[in-house]
């Protein structure tokens, strides 16, 4: 089966153009199927031997497509990969990737260089381990869950600033073993928590952990 469209309008006003697909099913299953989207492209592919079955999309225009998706309306522009596996067990596995975008709210911008999410799917259930994103002037890192039926997130973690004044402890190495500094991850954090409808979630601060030494903060974070 084969379908070509010139628009497809999707949540907030989001239109994809030039929309290009085709479809392999046998009985009430979808086997194989490739959409062109004209900025990107999604391809399922066949089972393999071993029962696993291969998702992957990719496109130009991250903002665009999340918005179209009705998951995210204030990230702009970046680069957009999806990987995802599962086999007979009921769990699929697989990585989000976003490159070069920004994020504007409340009359501000941030300018992320990369977003990278492993998750483990199953059902209607997504769980989040060690998400990473490195932005202007921070890092973080973050774990949790989303429950897509409902389309809620649920995820807490750490914000980092970069500037030269955090990194100093984590690169002496005494300094940083009493502190609880780790390279890359600096001596002062935020602990943060995500939470709501995905399409707004509500981000909360941890005031107390932003001038707290690492070995403590992750204590806060643990809670």
């Given at each position: 089966?084969?379908v070509?469209?010139d ?10 153009k030039d ?5 392999r099913?046998t ?8 959409i062109?989207a004209g900025?990107g492209?999604?391809a399922l ?25 009705g998951i995210?309306k204030?990230?702009y522009g ?6 995802m596996?599962g ?6 596995r ?5 490159t070069?975008f ?6 501000r911008?941030l300018?992320?260089s990369?977003?990278t ?5 199953k059902?209607?259930s997504?769980?989040i381990?060690?998400?990473r994103m ?8 973050a774990?949790?869950s989303?429950?897509?039926a409902?389309?809620r997130i649920?995820v807490?973690?750490?914000i ?13 190495p ?9 390279k890359?991850?600096g001596?002062?954090g935020?602990?943060?928590t995500l939470?709501?409808?995905l399409s707004?979630?509500?981000?909360k ?16 974070n643990?809670r």
């Amino acid at each position: 089966m084969s379908v070509r469209l010139d628009s497809v309008k999707g949540y907030n006003e989001a239109t994809l153009k030039d929309v290009r697909g085709t479809a392999r099913m046998t009985a009430d299953e979808l086997r194989k199927l490739d959409i062109d989207a004209g900025s990107g492209v999604i391809a399922l592919s066949p089972e393999t031997g071993a029962g696993i079955q291969q998702l992957t999309a990719s496109y130009r225009d991250a903002g665009e497509l999340l918005r179209f998706l009705g998951i995210h309306k204030t990230l702009y522009g970046g680069l957009f990969s999806f990987a995802m596996s599962g086999g007979d067990d009921g769990q699929d596995r697989g990585q989000v990737n976003i490159t070069g975008f920004r994020v504007r709210q409340n009359g501000r911008t941030l300018d992320v260089s990369r977003l990278t999410i492993p998750f483990v799917r199953k059902d209607r259930s997504v769980n989040i381990s060690r998400a990473r994103m490195r932005a202007d002037g921070l890092n973080a890192t973050a774990r949790g869950s989303i429950d897509l039926a409902a389309k809620r997130i649920s995820v807490r973690g750490t914000i980092v600033p970069t500037n030269g004044l955090n990194q100093l402890p984590a690169a002496i190495p005494i300094i940083s073993d009493m502190l609880g500094a780790r390279k890359r991850n600096g001596l002062i954090g935020i602990a943060f928590t995500l939470a709501g409808p995905l399409s707004s979630p509500h981000l909360k601060l941890n005031a107390a952990s932003a001038v707290t030494p690492g070995i403590v903060r992750r204590i806060f974070n643990s809670r």
